[in-house]
């Protein structure tokens, strides 16, 4: 795994006013994506002032926003030309103290003894598991699972088992996610949707790769937070259409959203 940098305040690219970065206008990006990487960029991380910088309010949102804030705010920008963008870089999952902080989130899977460093096992499912339990969730609730298919497995079985499950598993094509809610990729896409239970179990299960939490949606794109991504705790910003629903993007096909409830 490569080691990002850490974050450092990136206002010299703004000094000259007849001198943009080519980087940036060369993606010929929408105009609200570009105020977007602008306010990123010149918020600074004391002043607490740019586009992305404002709490959420949702209590699993903020857990997750918590801990990009801890982790340095990595951004990636998904979506068109900028597809795969790194507008700002976070601090590694190898650099102490962040190295343990891993090791809590495995801890809360039942491994305290993984961590940033020791171990070289993907743990985006064990961030998601962590900020589930750190929200409030009981094991009951959400499962205490470190693999993306699992807990989403359970949640699907959990669902079909009683009408007041607190989570609900959409297609992606017919739900518009919210602050709080999951937004999951996985190689088979929506295709569990409308198969029978036994089968979209199983796809569910076995092809899971990666899931996020929504912080916001808001200027085209939703705002979600994941673990393992650039070695870091990282917001990623997906587009959206005018519904609010997930759009395509390279190298990410979507399998669900997973909708908390209340």
């Given amino acids: 795994m490569s080691i990002d940098r850490p974050f450092v305040d990136i206002r010299v690219c703004w000094q000259s006013p007849a001198a943009p970065s080519s980087r940036v206008f060369g993606l010929r990006l929408p105009a609200i994506l570009l105020l977007t990487l602008f306010l990123a960029a010149c918020g600074g991380s004391s002043s607490h002032q740019g586009y992305s910088e404002r709490p959420p309010t949702d209590k699993v949102a ?6 990009w804030t801890r982790f340095g705010r990595s951004t990636v920008v998904y979506g068109g030309q900028a597809n795969g963008y790194t507008n700002r870089t976070g601090i590694s999952e190898r650099s102490e103290p962040l190295a343990s902080r891993v090791g809590d989130y495995w801890g809360t899977c039942g491994h305290p003894d993984w961590n940033g460093r020791t171990s070289s096992r993907p743990w985006s499912g064990a961030f998601v598991a962590w900020v589930m339990a750190k929200s409030g969730y009981s094991a009951s609730a959400f499962p205490r699972d470190g693999r993306h298919g699992g ?3 359970t949640l699907y079985d959990r669902e079909h088992a009683s009408r007041s499950a607190p989570f609900l598993l959409r297609a992606p ?3 518009s996610p919210k602050a709080g809610d ?3 990729s996985g190689t088979a896409g929506p295709t569990w949707r409308y198969a029978d239970s036994r089968t979209a179990r ?5 092809t899971a790769n990666h899931c996020d939490v929504v912080t916001d949606v808001r200027g085209g794109f939703v705002h979600a937070i994941g673990g393992n991504v650039k070695d870091s705790v990282t917001m990623s910003l997906y587009p959206v259409d005018s519904k609010g ?3 395509p993007v390279g190298g990410r096909p979507w ?5 908390k409830r209340g």
């Fill in 245 to 247: 629903r997930l759009q």
């Fill in 62 to 67: 903020l857990t997750a926003w918590n801990e």
């Fill in 255 to 259: 399998l669900l959203v997973v909708e």
């Fill in 151 to 153: 807990y989403l497995a």
């Fill in 182 to 184: 999951l937004v999951c």
């Fill in 173 to 175: 094509n017919e739900y």
């Fill in 202 to 206: 199983r796809r569910i299960d076995s």
